[in-house]
C-alpha cells in the first residue's frame, strides 16, 4: 500500500462546477499539508499550505484536512478553464527535514 | 521575492553521452535544495537532497549524482547516459530545518536519451 493514495482521474467538469479533489494516506505522522498545481510542461506550483487539521481558504480555493480519517480534499469553486491543470497532494511530518511524501496527481479538465 | 531558476528546458542526449542540469535559486540564502524525477503517472521521486554546500543525500541508488558547489546552485550529472534516465527533472528549494516549509518548484528540464 501507497503511503498516500490520490486518484489519477482524468476528471472532467463544467466550468462554474465546484471540483473536488482528494488524497487519502496512512502515515500518522504526517502533519503538514500541501497541494501543488502542475500545468503542462511546466513545474509544480504551490497552492495550499496547512498545518494539522482544519480548513483553510484562499479565494477560489478551500483546503480540508481531516486527520482523524487521515484523508485530505481540496475545494475548487467556480471552477474556470484556467484551472485545468494536474493536481498533487503533498505532505511531510514535522520533525527534522523528513521529506514531502507525494500523491502521483489528478489530472483536471474543466469544460467551457 | 525568491525565484529559482533551470536550465536547460529540454535537452536530447544519446546513450552513454553526460549530462549536466543546473539549478540556482535566487533571493534567499542557506536553502534546502531538492532534485527530483517526475514518471508519467509515477509521481514524484526524490534523487537527491542538500542542505548545505557540499552536503549531498542520496535518496534512490542510480546512475546519477549532484553536487552542491556554491550555496544557492545545485548540480546534476551524470557520466554515460542510460535510457532509463529519460524524464522530467526538477529542482526544488525549501529553507528551515522542520517541516514547515513547503517545497518550491523550477520550470523542470525534460530529457530524452536516445
Known amino acids: 500500500q501507497k503511503e498516500v493514495e490520490q486518484d489519477p482521474g482524468p476528471l472532467s467538469v463544467p466550468e462554474g462546477a465546484i471540483v473536488s479533489l482528494n488524497c487519502t494516506y496512512s502515515?500518522?505522522?504526517?502533519?503538514?499539508f500541501m497541494w501543488y498545481r502542475q500545468y503542462s510542461r511546466k513545474g509544480p506550483e504551490l497552492l495550499m499550505y496547512t498545518y494539522s487539521s482544519g480548513n483553510k481558504e484562499d479565494g477560489r480555493f478551500t483546503a480540508q484536512v481531516d486527520k482523524s480519517s487521515k484523508y485530505i480534499s481540496l475545494f475548487i469553486r467556480d471552477s474556470q478553464p484556467s484551472d485545468s491543470a494536474t493536481y498533487l497532494c503533498a505532505m511531510r511530518p514535522n520533525f527534522g527535514n523528513e521529506k514531502l511524501t507525494f500523491g502521483t496527481g489528478t489530472r483536471l479538465t474543466i469544460i467551457p | 521575492s525568491q525565484t529559482i531558476h533551470q536550465w536547460p528546458a529540454t535537452l536530447v542526449q544519446p546513450v552513454g553521452s553526460p549530462l549536466s542540469l543546473e539549478c540556482t535559486v535566487e533571493g534567499t540564502s542557506n536553502p534546502n535544495l531538492y532534485w527530483y524525477r517526475q514518471a508519467a503517472g509515477r509521481g514524484l521521486q526524490l534523487l537527491f537532497y542538500?542542505?548545505?554546500?557540499?552536503?549531498i543525500s542520496s535518496e534512490v541508488p542510480q546512475n546519477l549524482s549532484a553536487s552542491r558547489p556554491q550555496d544557492r546552485q545545485f548540480i546534476l550529472s551524470s557520466k554515460k547516459l542510460l535510457l532509463s534516465d529519460s524524464g522530467f527533472y526538477l529542482c526544488?528549494?525549501?529553507?528551515?530545518?522542520?517541516?514547515?516549509?513547503?517545497?518550491?518548484f523550477g520550470n523542470g528540464t525534460r530529457l530524452t536519451v536516445t
Open positions: 502515515n500518522s505522522a504526517f502533519q503538514y
Open positions: 542538500s542542505v548545505g554546500i557540499g552536503q
Open positions: 526544488a528549494w525549501s529553507v528551515g530545518q522542520k517541516g514547515n516549509s513547503p517545497l518550491h
